[in-house]
């Protein structure tokens, strides 16, 4: 019933850039919250960057001038730009939404995940 579909995920070299998508379903009709986590092998998941509603951000520091976080709220979409990818940018990453529903009811939602691998 609610969904996120995230696309963008994959292999590149370090220095290189990847652009991450997440699109919630169209059902979360008031999102609050919407932005990346990621999580490395052995791990615990971790911010990446989140942007609310209205518009304010927060990146994790490691991400800092290298990520740049947007979103299209008439598209229920949030990207990430990640640039001058680094190996220790390696991990799974998972789109995260929360907000309103049909019903009323207030979810947190998560995608599935995307895998993202920096080589050196």
């Known amino acids: 019933q609610v969904q996120l579909a995230e696309s963008g995920g994959g292999l590149v070299q370090a220095g290189g850039s990847l652009r991450l998508s997440c699109a919630a379903s169209r059902n979360m009709f008031s999102i609050n919250v919407m932005g990346w986590y990621r999580q490395a092998p052995g791990k615990q998941r971790e911010l990446v960057a989140v942007?609310?509603?209205?518009?304010?951000?927060n990146y994790a520091d490691s991400v800092k001038g290298r990520f740049t976080i947007s979103r299209d709220n008439a598209k229920n979409t949030v990207y990430v730009q990640m640039n001058s990818l680094k190996p220790e940018d390696t991990a799974v990453y998972y789109c995260y939404a929360d907000g309103f529903v049909s019903g009323g009811r207030y979810l947190e939602v998560w995608g599935q995940g995307t895998l993202v691998t920096v080589s050196s």
């Open positions: 942007c609310t509603s209205g518009g304010s951000t």
